[in-house]
T-cell receptor
Framework: GEDVEQSLFLSVREGDSSVINCTYTDSSSTYLYWYKQEPGAGLQLLTYIFSNMDMKQDQRLTVLLNKKDKHLSLRIADTQTGDSAIYFCAEHTGGGNKLTFGTGTQLKVEL | NAGVTQTPKFQVLKTGQSMTLQCAQDMNHEYMSWYRQDPGMGLRLIHYSVGAGITDQGEVPNGYNVSRSTTEDFPLRLLSAAPSQTSVYFC??????????????FGPGTRLTVL
């Protein structure tokens, strides 16, 4: 089966940039996603990238994809306390819109 | 639209009891899924459905049953609860197909504890 790996914790100061990394194993994945989960809530789609792209920018979010190394990253510029959450990367791995999720990275933003 | 709703929000069961976790969506989505979330393991797919009357197994289906008699509802049944099924359960739906980037909408979750 496919494994999607992330580091469990990241702590940054407010105003700094955050970089959350993800390593996936299924080279046939067509789309890769970043989801955000706030405490006690479900997951919200933040952004996604198609596998033939290297980079995608969406306001404060920048997604970088290195297909050769199967490495995905999410950069959050000017990190705010409201960005504190768990961030999941996910890859599209099959029919029916099946997603394989990473373990999640808990981002803590300190003042 | 209410989006994806789940009931109950919290549940405590004794080992061996059965129960049904409810999930409903009012967006006319064809695709619905059940995930469980455990610390340090992300979300794992239990069962999914690509339309009314069609269900299939995900990564961790054992101990769970699903049915999809209508487009709106996708209940998850625990046949005989075990402590290993203590988890947070999320239902999700999307209108997308195999190559779609349509958003998966997640419900708020059901926190289940099995004693």
């Amino acid at each position: 089966g496919e494994d999607v790996e992330q580091s469990l914790f990241l702590s940054v100061r407010e105003g700094d940039s955050s970089v959350i990394n993800c390593t996936y194993t299924d080279s046939s994945s067509t789309y890769l996603y970043w989801y955000k989960q706030e405490p006690g809530a479900g997951l919200q789609l933040l952004t996604y990238i198609f596998s033939n792209m290297d980079m995608k920018q969406d306001q404060r979010l920048t997604v970088l994809l290195n297909k050769k190394d199967k490495h995905l990253s999410l950069r959050i510029a000017d990190t705010q306390t409201g960005d504190s959450a768990i961030y999941f990367c996910a890859e599209h791995t099959g029919g029916g819109n099946k997603l394989t999720f990473g373990t999640g990275t808990q981002l803590k933003v300190e003042l | 639209n209410a989006g994806v709703t789940q009931t109950p929000k919290f549940q405590v069961l004794k080992t061996g009891q059965s129960m049904t976790l409810q999930c409903a969506q009012d967006m006319n989505h064809e695709y619905m899924s059940w995930y469980r979330q455990d610390p340090g393991m992300g979300l794992r797919l239990i069962h999914y459905s690509v339309g009314a009357g069609i269900t299939d197994q995900g990564e961790v289906p054992n101990g769970y049953n699903v049915s999809r008699s209508t487009t709106e509802d996708f209940p998850l049944r625990l046949l005989s609860a075990a402590p290993s099924q203590t988890s947070v359960y999320f239902c999700a739906s999307t209108s997308g197909g195999i190559e779609s980037t349509d958003t998966q909408y997640f419900g708020p979750g059901t926190r289940l504890t099995v004693l």
